[in-house]
């Protein structure tokens, strides 16, 4: 745990809603948003204020979701927008606890629609993809979108502060009328008038867990002609992850010795 150890650590709490048989999953994020603003800064990563909102809003629906879900589950979700033309990437597991996402602003496709589309891993299952179409870009609102079209449950999302976000889905047998009406001021006080009984305490850290020898695959996809031109007279190149945005110093000589051991 040598580099991790410095990390903040973010707890989610989730909950049992008893007679509404609803799960309450809650977190505040400042940990998580203070080591993202940090590996911002490591990487020269600049995003506008619209695209930082909308990227922490991503970063804390899936840690909730995640928090939500099996411990096994691994998830990724890209997000595409129209307007503004930007793609989200966000992604994550529980075992390890590990969360990272990016802002894409070149090469955004047209898709015709904002598009949120979800990838999720369990082992021992056949990975799953689901493509939905989502209306407006409030990321939260969005989410919701995705669970009622592709989950097909009520999910919903709620502030208590900018950090302190709850997130309440159906569960079988959920009372949805309930759920549905929740407002704000009811989820702040939801545990002096439910009985809400604790299931589970969950940690997350900032971490894509990316390194220069995992993005060698990348590189390796280029033909030979695009990497002479990549790598230059120094034979040195940037390369970039495309989970978290991390930029790395490759070297021609160090990628070739793994190409070489790779083939
Ligand atoms: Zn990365």
Same mark, same amino acid.
Do not use: F
């Given at each position: 745990m040598s580099e991790d150890s410095n990390a903040s650590v973010l707890e989610v709490r989730t909950y049992f809603v008893r007679g509404r048989n609803a799960l309450v999953a809650r977190a505040d994020f400042e940990p998580l948003y203070i080591d993202y603003y940090l590996h911002r800064a490591d990487h020269g990563l600049q995003y506008t204020n619209e695209q930082d909102a909308m990227l922490k809003d991503a970063l804390a629906g899936l840690t909730l979701h995640l928090a939500s879900r099996p411990q096994d589950e691994n998830c990724g979700w890209t997000m595409n927008f129209q307007k503004p033309a930007i793609n989200l990437f966000v992604t994550g597991n529980t075992r390890p606890g590990q969360i990272a996402g990016r802002v894409f602003t070149e090469d955004v496709r047209d898709m015709g629609a904002n598009i949120f589309s979800a990838q999720t891993t369990r082992i021992g299952h056949t990975a799953q993809q689901s493509l939905v179409q989502v209306e407006g870009n409030q990321i939260l609102p969005c989410v919701e979108q995705y669970y009622q079209q592709s989950e097909q449950r009520l999910a919903r999302f709620f502030r208590n502060t900018e950090e302190d976000i709850v997130m309440i889905s159906s569960q079988p047998d959920c009372d949805e009328a309930w759920l549905a009406a929740?407002? @704000? @001021? &009811?989820?702040? $006080?939801? &545990?002096?008038? @439910? $009985? =809400?009984?604790? =299931? @589970? $305490?969950?940690?997350?850290?900032?971490?894509?867990?990316? $390194?220069v020898e995992r993005l060698y695959p990348i590189l390796a996809k280029l033909s030979p002609e695009a990497l002479k031109e990549a790598f230059g007279d120094d034979e040195v190149m940037t390369v970039q992850c495309p989970r978290c945005g991390a930029r790395y110093r490759a070297a021609k000589e160090q990628f070739e010795a793994w190409q070489a051991k790779a083939s």
């Open positions: 929740l407002t @704000e @001021e &009811d989820v702040r $006080t939801i &545990d002096q008038k @439910e $009985t =809400l009984s604790l =299931l @589970e $305490t969950r940690r997350y850290i900032w971490k894509c867990g990316c $390194t």
